[in-house]
């Protein structure tokens, strides 16, 4: 009996030298599984150690019981060890294959731009609605009333024939010019107003270098008890002063039928003077269109040419560009 107590004894000893070293030698997570099954499994080394327990006398059992919990405790503890040494450098490689140089170029991906006729509106309206001006709008669809008739531009003025326009088959037309928006407005609100309103207008125009037969106007509007033409000239010229700095502007006499007096402004542009901008004290004949007394209201419009603009602050030597689509020019802006 005592041979097979001794016996059973050296082969727990053994099996806790032998699997202490094969666990510390151990070099995967996969081959530490295994190494945990083959000692310490149910049917692992250790259990088959003490299957041969039953051999001993009653009296025995214990202390090759103990010694059975020492030798599990200690490949335990081995196992433990091990895994987490190899779960850490498992982790510390995959830091290292994964360390991201930030100092890296990234991936472009382009962005696109605003286009420099929506670089003027947007700019313009900025500077407006810093003056204190509430963006409108108007449809370019139009009836010959707004465009036209309400503008005190009866269907004989001579007027009409600058701006001959496209003609749709119900008699309205494409608005010439954003000064129908003014009309429109007027009928829906009372002074005091001040406005501005974008949009793109037509005119049966020859295309050349400076005229395109669709194009972009910003439409200004204030009405207001004792506007007077100061009121105009100053807020054009602070208008331009925002937008272009301290460029040589000329304003010079016109006439258009809803203005009186009526001006034209100019801006330096090719080593010539360029019309940017038409404007003038609102006609009373437009005030009582719109249903205003021009005893009592007075006002001043403008209206600016968004083409124009952008030629002159960018140096655009011919109008066909901005329209063309071609990359190379529009990645310019
Ligand atoms: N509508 C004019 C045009 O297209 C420009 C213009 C001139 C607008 C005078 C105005 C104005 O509001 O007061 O040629």
Avoid at 15 to 43: F, H
Avoid at 56 to 71: F, K
Avoid at 262 to 286: F, H
Avoid at 314 to 329: E, T
Wanted: glycine fraction near 8%; aromatic fraction near 8%; include cysteine.
């Amino acid at each position: 009996m005592a041979t097979q107590l001794s016996e059973l004894e050296t082969q727990l000893e053994d099996l806790r030298a032998e699997g202490i070293t094969a666990i510390a030698a151990c070099q995967t997570l996969d081959e530490l599984e295994q190494l945990r099954i083959n000692y310490l499994g149910k049917k692992g080394k250790v259990s088959v150690v003490l299957g041969a327990m039953g051999k001993l006398d009653p009296s025995e059992r214990p202390r090759i019981g103990a010694l059975a919990n020492e030798v599990k405790k200690a490949l335990e503890t081995g196992l433990e060890e091990t895994r987490t040494a190899l779960q850490r450098a498992q982790l510390e490689a995959q830091l290292q294959s994964e360390t991201l140089d930030v100092t890296m170029p990234g991936v472009y991906h382009s962005q696109g731009r605003i286009h420099p006729l929506n670089g003027i509106i947007d700019r313009a309206l900025d500077i407006f609605v810093g003056l204190g001006y509430t963006v409108a709008s108007g449809p370019e669809m139009e009836t010959d009333y707004y465009n036209f008739e309400a503008l005190n531009t009866p269907p004989d003025h001579p007027a009409r024939d600058m701006q001959d326009t496209f003609y749709l088959p119900d008699g309205n037309l494409l608005r010439t010019h954003t000064s129908s928006v003014q009309i429109r407005y007027m009928e829906q609100h009372q002074p005091p107003i001040r406005i501005v309103a974008p949009g793109r207008v037509y005119r049966r125009d020859t295309v050349d270098a400076t005229h395109a037969a669709v194009f972009h106007q910003i439409e200004l509007l204030a009405i207001e008890e004792g506007l007077r033409f100061t009121d105009l000239k100053g807020t054009i010229k602070e208008f331009l002063r925002q937008m272009f700095g301290d460029l040589p502007v000329r304003f010079r006499a016109s006439y258009f039928p809803f203005t009186e007096p009526s001006a034209e402004v100019d801006l330096q542009w090719q080593g010539k003077w360029l019309e940017v901008l038409g404007c003038g004290m609102v006609d009373p004949n437009v005030l009582k269109a719109a249903g205003y007394d021009p005893e009592k209201y007075t006002g001043f419009a403008a209206g600016f040419g968004v083409e124009r603009f952008a030629m002159v602050l960018h140096q655009i030597d011919d109008i066909r560009r901005v329209y063309a689509s071609d990359l190379r020019f529009l990645r310019q802006f």
